[in-house]
């Protein structure tokens, strides 16, 4: 096997740290034609799809590829802006924040960009031009609040693939999450405690998440506690009762049974149980996307008033609020801590010179 070099690599480059900020991914376009294959790559993944690749092979490639592609590019192009994805721009915006704090703290010696797990910037395209670019220890952040086999997982399976074909591997930390940290759980509370300033409150918060397979669960994902702990402590920390909050589970696909309560059924039942006005939120996502702005700000918004609600409203994710960013850069620092780098290489280079390298 031919193993893969860094195409600018001299022996005299001054080492950098890196940190690769990624999070889950999004077509190119609001279109059809880059539906199917960000979607074949995203569904093609055994983290995400726990079911025997040959069934799976075929329910994929000849059901759903030929469905869902129009159906989500109609759903995305509701949700596109002029920077494209909400989610690209957002995550962009998140990794250049923390490049601008790692600045102004450790100068030039630390690198930060970002990936997305499907779709492009692709982590292996990411990892090259960090590398080339001298990193040679490397922090990697999902932006995944709660451990999921098919998110946090799956960025950890991508690393490893990618690893699997270079010579000189980079030193390795990866965050697998950071559900009950204080500081995040005090930015989701300041986040509805700003909303409520100035909205005023509901008679519920309701706190949903991306749902997963019962049967992960089953199996040991841990997803489903760390969801309902992050639930619980930014439930203490804004002082709510158990009657005055829920957790819930979106985003089901499939027939199979899914973590519960679904959101969008308990929301289409609400009113009848008299609660007639409720505040969302979603603290699993680190950014607004198709999920949090069309499933939930607009698709379940209908539900709720449909079903006799008289109060529906939306409450943004942590996004690129300073108070977030405190949050990721505290992680990074957390995780940079102990490592430094040689800046002066020139007797590496030197020794590899003498034994005829011409780099």
């Known amino acids: 096997m031919k193993y893969k070099s860094n195409k600018g690599f001299t ?37 995400v799809v726990e079911v025997p690749r040959i069934i799976w092979w075929f329910i994929l490639n000849m059901v759903i590829l030929n469905i869902r ?6 759903a995305y192009s509701t949700v596109w802006t002029d920077e494209g994805s909400p989610l690209l721009s957002i995550t962009k915006a998140q990794s250049e924040a923390i490049a601008q704090r790692c600045k102004e703290k450790y100068g030039d010696d630390v690198i ?49 693939n990618d690893f699997t074909k270079r010579r000189w591997l980079p030193e390795l930390r990866f965050v697998n999450h950071y559900n009950d940290r204080s500081n995040f759980i005090e930015a989701l509370a300041n986040k509805v405690k ?14 949903s998440y991306h749902g997963i397979p019962k049967r992960y669960l089953m199996n040991g994902d841990p997803y489903h506690c760390e969801c309902h702990k992050t639930s619980r402590l930014l439930a203490e920390k804004l002082g709510l009762s158990h009657d005055e909050y829920m957790t819930t589970f979106q985003s089901r696909f499939g027939r199979e049974e899914w973590l519960k309560p679904y959101t969008d059924e308990t929301l289409k039942g609400l009113p009848g149980k008299g609660v ?77 010179k003498a034994l005829g390298s011409e780099v």
Not at 11 to 30: C, R, S, Y
Not at 323 to 328: A, C, F, S
């Open 194 to 207: 700003a909303h409520w300033e100035k909205h005023g409150r509901a008679d519920k918060l309701i706190l």
């Open 69 to 74: 592609p129009k159906r989500s590019a109609e």
């Open 11 to 47: 022996h005299g480059q001054a080492d950098k740290i890196g940190v690769l900020v990624t999070n889950l991914g999004t077509p190119q376009a609001p279109t059809k034609q880059a539906l199917r294959p960000y979607l074949k790559e995203f569904l093609s993944d055994p983290r």
């Open 276 to 352: 007639k006005s409720i505040q969302v939120m979603c603290p699993g996502f680190s950014a607004d996307c198709l999920e949090t702005i069309e499933e939930i700000g607009e698709e379940n918004h209908e539900y709720f008033m449909e079903a006799g609600g008289e109060r529906y409203e939306y409450i943004d994710a942590l996004n690129s609020d300073k108070e977030h960013i405190d949050v990721l850069f505290d992680i990074v620092q957390e995780n940079l801590h102990g490592w430094t780098v040689e800046s002066d290489n020139s007797v590496r280079a030197g020794l590899a």
């Open 112 to 160: 930060v960009d970002f990936a997305m797990r499907y779709g492009q910037p692709a982590i292996s395209d990411t990892i090259d031009k960090m590398l080339e670019n001298g990193v040679r220890k490397l922090v990697v952040l999902p932006l995944y609040p709660q451990y999921s086999a098919s998110t946090t997982g799956s960025t950890f399976d991508a690393i490893a």
